[in-house]
């Protein structure tokens, strides 16, 4: 990397100005170098016919001297030293000097303005590296997001574009636009920030790692078959057999402190952009969307089934339940097994079915067209067609259509709906009965051994306990898995059941499940959200080994909600912070580059305007030749013969909108 020496720079702004075609001198005289801080608004074109490395393939090994910037960074990345003039010319440089011969730091600024982004090309490579450390800035009082942009150049003498792309959102920008002059300004002054800030490493809280907690009972336990409808509150949260209904509180407030941003006065705008980098700082894999899955429920079906061994040993050809499955990336996961031939059905429920209160699906939830033409998949919708669960005629219908076919091996389940209508903290209450009817319809289709996948909530309330207590008795071995790609500040778990028991307690337990579920009768979660335990809780206390068990699960999960959720919310503010601080001293920075950036942006316009009047010009020539004009204005040919013109072509000097 060689840098441009004030020599050369002065030397090629002269030859520069000789050779640019169309760039009259003023005199015969050499003209006198320029010093660009001192420019006029006039030498700035000329300046910057040379300064622009990337506009001009002879100036692109240029490179603009580091900006004062302490930077650790930039030692790392300005590997090559600049040549030293040769001792007949080496007259030392003061430092102001120095200074007033280093080029702007932003060399172009493109803003796409209906993403809410843009690219900024830099020659700073301080600048860089220090908005690239700091993922967010605050531009034209709007929070964005920096990351590193590098593309090929296209051309024979192809190079590396360096810079960053900045994004605030679509939304941000139709309220408050950011100016291209904001963004060019900021990159600008950050050449005169001359220290580092200290925070840019964030540190979270724990470590990033699946979570898993054996569940196991030591017998069976009194089954409640008359459950009644029962009032969800959140104090059922409070008060389940987890006994810590101060972590519970504590959750709530952590929750509580993040919404309230939302209700924070800007500025500065689109404040929510922190949480999201923090969060991504925090913890890398949470919420996480990879490339090999259509969405982010199978990438966490695949770290689940890695981490428990789902698809071990399980037998060639079998075939698998894919419950409240829609669109269906785990029955792509399931069916994309290489080595594992398996078959599968869906169950789940149908887009726009149902009544009015009923809870409704969109056709985003509609299984995969894939799926649908696979011959080794099939949809299974119940007896009147909607694929609702909570419908206990259509649980029954499915359940017995496996039946007849030699059952499942697998049941994967994975209810989920999002409604705002659900009251804050409660979620898990709402989700009850779906939750029942998955385990419900896994024990009414399994074969024996079978193993089960479902997704849960917290389980607080003891509702819920009472039905992670029954998994215990209808499978051998039982565990809550919380994957790293789940979010770690959410609510969701996952269940793994493995060793499906059959015999007389099933039966029963199938029974108690089939009574609670026809209470329900049907109605939507917004009706009939909870109904009372299975397992009272003065039972549940009785069995030692799975309260203690439970208790530990619950809490370690809140502790990293909570804790997940608060590291979050301080990361954000302290990211808000640093970024303001920096906008304060960028903005400070960039009087100095004010000339310079105006000139850009006049050269910039310059360009863009020849560039269309010679799209102009050539679109009038292509009309001409087209339309058989000829420079003496006769008709030619196509116009003789009557054929028709086309009307929609641009009149001179005009494009296809109108616009000149
Ligand atoms: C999180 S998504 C499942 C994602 C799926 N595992 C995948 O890989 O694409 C939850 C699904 O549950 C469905 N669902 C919600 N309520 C249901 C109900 N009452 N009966 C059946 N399915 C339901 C939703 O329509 C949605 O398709």
């Known amino acids: 990397m060689a840098f441009l020496l004030p020599g050369q720079f002065f030397r090629t702004t002269e030859e520069a100005a000789s050779k640019t075609p169309g760039t009259p001198k003023k005199s015969d005289e050499p003209e006198k170098p320029v010093n660009p801080m001192q420019a006029s608004k006039e030498d700035m074109p000329r300046l910057l016919a040379v300064a622009s490395p990337l506009r001009r393939g002879g100036a692109r090994g240029m490179q603009a001297r580091p900006s004062p910037m302490k930077l650790q960074l930039s030692e790392a990345i300005i590997t090559e030293e600049p040549e030293e003039p040769k001792a007949s010319q080496a007259k030392p440089k003061s430092e102001p000097e120095k200074k007033a011969e280093r080029l702007p730091p932003v060399v172009s600024v493109r803003k796409m303005a209906a993403k809410g982004c843009a690219i900024v090309l830099l020659r700073d490579s301080a600048v860089l590296e220090l908005s690239v450390a700091m993922k967010v800035a605050v531009v034209g009082g709007v929070c964005v997001q920096v990351t590193r942009h590098t593309r090929k150049t296209r051309g024979d003498d192809e190079e590396e574009e360096q810079g960053v792309f900045i994004a605030w959102g679509h939304r941000v920008e139709n309220k408050v636009p950011v100016s291209e002059e904001a963004i060019e300004d900021y990159f600008n002054g950050l050449s005169e920030v001359d220290k580092t800030p200290a925070g840019l490493d964030a540190k979270p809280p724990f470590e990033e790692e699946l979570q898993r907690f054996e569940l196991t009972s030591t017998g069976p336990l009194p089954l409640n078959k008359q459950a009644k409808k029962d009032e969800a509150s959140a104090e059922q949260m409070l008060q389940g057999p987890h006994g810590k209904p101060e972590l519970v509180r504590s959750l709530w407030k952590a929750k509580q402190e993040l919404d309230d941003i939302w209700n924070k006065p800007p500025p500065p705008m689109g404040r929510s952009l922190m949480q999201r980098v923090a969060r991504d700082e925090l913890f890398p894999h949470s919420g996480k969307e990879g490339k090999e899955h259509e969405n982010r429920a199978g990438e ?320 009038e020539e292509r009309r001409r030749t087209e339309s058989g004009y000829t420079h003496r204005g006769g008709r030619g040919n196509r116009a003789a013969r009557g054929e028709e013109r086309n009307h929609q072509a641009a009149r001179p000097g005009q494009n296809r909108r109108g616009f000149r």
Request: some cysteine.
């Open 300 to 619: 966490k079906l695949e770290e689940l089934a890695t981490a428990v061994g789902l698809l071990e040993d399980v037998p060639p050809g079998a075939a698998f339940l894919d419950l409240c499955g829609g669109p269906g990336a785990w029955s792509q996961f399931l069916l994309d097994r290489p080595n594992l031939p398996l078959r599968g059905y869906g169950f789940t429920l149908r887009s726009y079915t149902g009544k009015e209160d009923d809870w409704q699906a969109e056709e985003k939830d509609d299984w995969y067209p894939d799926l649908l033409e696979n011959p080794n998949w099939t949809a299974l919708w119940g007896a009147d067609g909607s694929g609702d669960l909570l419908k206990p005629w259509n649980l029954e219908h499915s359940a017995q259509q496996l039946r007849d076919r030699g059952g499942v091996f697998l049941c994967v389940a994975d209810v989920g709906f999002s409604d705002k209508s659900i009251p804050p903290n409660q979620l898990e209450l709402y989700f009850y009965r779906l939750f029942l009817g998955e385990i419900l319809m896994a024990a009414s289709c399994l074969q024996p051994g079978g193993r089960f996948v479902c997704k849960l909530y917290t389980s607080c309330s003891t509702a819920t306990s009472a039905l992670l207590f029954l998994t215990t008795r209808l499978f051998d071995h039982v565990s809550v898995v919380k994957p790293m790609t789940s979010r770690v500040s959410g609510p969701e778990r996952y269940l793994y059941a493995s060793g499906f028991r059959v015999g007389q307690e099933t039966k029963e337990i199938i029974s108690a499940l089939t009574s609670s579920q026809n209470i329900g009768a049907g109605a939507s979660p917004f009706q009939v959200p909870l109904l009372t335990p299975i397992v009272a809780a003065s039972n549940l206390i009785k069995d030692d080994q799975f309260l203690k068990q439970l208790q530990a699960m619950v809490g370690r999960l809140l502790e990293r909600q909570a804790g997940s959720l608060r590291a979050t919310l301080d990361r954000a503010e302290e990211l808000e912070e640093l970024a303001l601080g920096l906008a304060d001293e960028a903005e400070a920075g960039a009087v100095q580059w004010e000339a310079a950036a105006a000139a850009r942006r006049e050269q910039v316009a310059i360009e863009r305007a020849a560039r269309h009047a010679e799209k102009d010009r050539q679109r």
